[in-house]
């Protein structure tokens, strides 16, 4: 069974960045397209990035330019880059294969933005 382990998030201030991790268990995970999707408080889950199992990447609007996620195939990992935080991106964040979610959710890692 595949499991998903986010890791990375934590409190930054607007502007600031992180970076959000995920290992896969797994051995098909190379042949997965993979997002990371995030829930904010009272609202839905959305995808907000997602990469092929090429490695092309498509983001969702509001975080066009700012994030950047990408793999490690060899790692099982997918990593979400996220740059010029905004209070608006505060959110629980979790990974799972896109556009379909095939997989139970993990625990998610939150991002708080403030000051």
């Known amino acids: 069974q595949v499991q998903l382990v986010e890791s990375g998030g934590g409190l930054v201030q607007p502007g600031g960045s992180l970076r959000l991790s995920c290992v896969v268990s797994?051995?098909?995970?190379?042949?997965?397209?993979m997002g990371w999707y995030r829930q904010a408080p009272g609202k839905q889950r959305e995808l907000v990035a997602s990469?092929?199992?090429?490695?092309?990447?498509n983001y969702g609007d509001s975080v066009k330019g700012r994030f950047t996620i990408s793999r490690d195939n060899a790692k099982n990992t997918v990593y979400l880059q996220m740059n010029s935080l905004r209070p608006a991106d505060t959110a629980v964040y979790y990974c799972n294969s896109a556009p379909e979610r095939l997989y139970n959710w993990g625990q998610g890692t939150q991002v708080t933005v403030s000051s």
């Open positions: 797994g051995r098909l995970f190379s042949w997965k397209s």
């Open positions: 990469i092929s199992s090429s490695g092309i990447p």
